[in-house]
């Protein structure tokens, strides 16, 4: 299963830098409250990770998580299209245990910090985790007569003032055994994860963020994985779509940015801009509609 996620980790540290083949969308409702969906286009390096499945020998005695039960069993799969809520699984766990989600989220909540040894923050950050985890949905798309593989994340939020784009998949993945056992390719994603898309609201104004990954300080190593999946990936530009409730201002200060429409902006950026630490995007959107 190392080879699942060491295909995945080094696709998407690659994506995440020049963002190939990788499209994301968030719409905002009047009341604030919204979804986004992050999708990454797999497919040139699904027959890889194929490949990986199907020659790693089990290990005796080796018993595998109900996620990686689920995702051999999806990516070597005819064809799937399905939606995965982590809270079901989470949960279906749970009651083996006899428990559920609630008295789950009391035990975090009910942690003394002294006992375990961990800071009031960390604290907090567990229980975001398990919140932001909770709630996310994942959809799974796999057709091997086409060697099509796509994830997509969706986030719902209830307040768009509250809204972090951090709460996704990939990073999720970053606390699982099977990945940090990876080493480079977590610290590899660490350092890429730094450069995502970020978003605040002030007032009626939304603020779109972001910078170029700088990689000096990646290591050869994982410089010519990136450079190896990115090649498999293709050479797409990275697409944002913000659907807002209201209609938009029509001048955006920024050359990476369109209005679409009278309540639509899009952001698109070439794959060498991304790759620039120099570059960066500070977009503030004005727009109507919220209440």
Same mark, same amino acid.
């Given at each position: ?21 990788? =499209?994301?969308?968030?719409?905002? &409702? /009047? ?26 020998? =089990? ?29 079901? +699984? ?17 035990? %975090? ?10 800071? &009031? ?5 567990? %229980? ?41 998949? !990939? ?17 590899? +994603? ?24 700088? +990689?000096?300080? !990646? ?16 050479? =797409? ?19 990476? /940015?369109?209005?679409?429409?009278? =309540? ?18 500070? %977009? ?8």
């Amino acid at each position: 299963m190392k080879q699942l996620f060491y295909f995945l980790a080094v696709a998407v540290a690659a994506m995440l830098t020049s963002c190939s083949s990788n =499209e994301e969308e968030l719409w905002i &409702e /009047a009341n604030g409250s919204g979804r986004y969906e992050s999708t990454m286009d797999l497919s040139g390096i699904y027959p890889f990770i194929l490949m990986g499945l199907n020659s790693e020998p =089990e290990e005796e005695g080796e018993e595998k998580d109900p996620f990686t039960k689920m995702m051999e069993g999806l990516l070597q799969s005819e064809s799937v299209d399905t939606l995965i809520r982590f809270s079901d +699984m989470v949960a279906r766990e749970l009651e083996k245990e006899g428990k559920n989600l609630d008295m789950l989220l009391d035990s %975090l909540e009910s942690v003394d910090i002294n006992e375990a040894g961990i800071t &009031e923050a960390e604290k907090e950050a567990n %229980l975001k985790l398990f919140r932001e985890m909770t709630n996310i949905q994942l959809r799974m798309q796999v057709k091997k007569s086409e060697s099509l593989f796509k994830i997509t994340t969706i986030n719902t939020f209830d307040d768009i003032a509250e809204f972090k784009q951090g709460g996704n998949f !990939m990073e999720t993945m970053m606390g699982m055994d099977d990945y940090a056992a990876m080493g480079g390719q977590s610290e590899m +994603m660490e350092d890429v994860l730094g450069a995502q898309t970020q978003f605040a609201l002030s007032g009626k104004t939304l603020n779109v963020s972001r910078r170029g990954q700088d +990689m000096s300080d !990646m290591s050869e190593e994982d410089k010519q994985q990136l450079q190896m999946v990115e090649g498999m990936l293709g050479d =797409e530009p990275y697409r944002l779509t913000i659907h807002f409730p209201g209609k938009v201002k029509k001048k955006l200060n920024s050359k990476y /940015a369109t209005r679409l429409d009278n =309540e639509t902006v899009v952001i698109e950026i070439p794959r060498e801009d991304l790759k620039n630490p120099d570059m960066k995007l500070d %977009l503030g959107i004005k727009f109507k509609g919220l209440k």
